[in-house]
């Protein structure tokens, strides 16, 4: 069965090719506008064996590496405390509320005026992407831990920090990894906006910066 759904979706994928290479090829005079996957291939082949595309690609995966691992430190702890502390819930609310609620084309330019383009602002805005979604998932995880669980460790007379390992944060966990997991791709999104350098001043560089990604 397993199999089975990992054929169509490969087969799915690859007909979603076909048909967008089709269209671009038959419709479309300009490749600026939607590049067929035939370009973006040869693009992405030039930049390979330039090395070009190794020199981003580290770097994007150790500010991606600090921020997601800082927000994740930083979010089961904030989120557990949530949880298991209402009058702590109730004062991070509306903190974790506006903190969301902000969209990072917002924050991304006081970021740099405050941090520079260095790699510590594209680390802040990978933690303020992620560290929500975890913060908020941990807390429900605590939350909604099963009252028989609870009860099973008083039985067992269980200390709270032996509680705390060995029941909340396995019961939470399912909770966990799914905010880790809408952090990813939210924070990979955000690491990309937050990709600006000096060059970027120019109208005119920012264009062309703009139209070779998407080429």
Sequence with gaps: ??????????????????????????????????????SVLVSFWQLLISG?????????????????????IVGIAIGYFMGMHKWFDEVMDP??????????????????????IGMISKVIVVFKITAVAIILNTAAGIKNLDPVWLELARSLRLSRWETTYKIRFPGALPYIITGM?????????????????GRQRRPRLFAARLLRDLG
Excluded: Q
């Excluded at 038959?26 to 035939?38: A, D, F, G, R, V």
């Excluded at 974790?96 to 520079?116: C, E, K, M, Q």
């Design 181 to 197: 997991r809408l952090g990813v791709g939210r924070a990979l999104l955000g690491r990309r906006g937050g990709r600006a350098d």
């Design 95 to 116: 903190w974790i509320a506006t903190l969301y609620s902000i969209p990072i084309i917002t924050v991304v330019p006081l970021i740099i005026i405050w941090f520079g």
């Design 1 to 38: 069965m397993l199999r089975k759904e990992i054929v169509r979706g490969c087969v799915s994928i690859v007909a979603g090719l076909v048909i967008w290479e089709i269209l671009t090829r038959l419709l479309l005079e300009n490749e600026l506008l939607i590049p067929p996957p035939s």
């Design 52 to 72: 070009k595309l190794n020199k981003h690609f580290v770097a994007t995966l150790t500010e991606f590496f600090y921020g997601f691992t800082t927000a994740c």
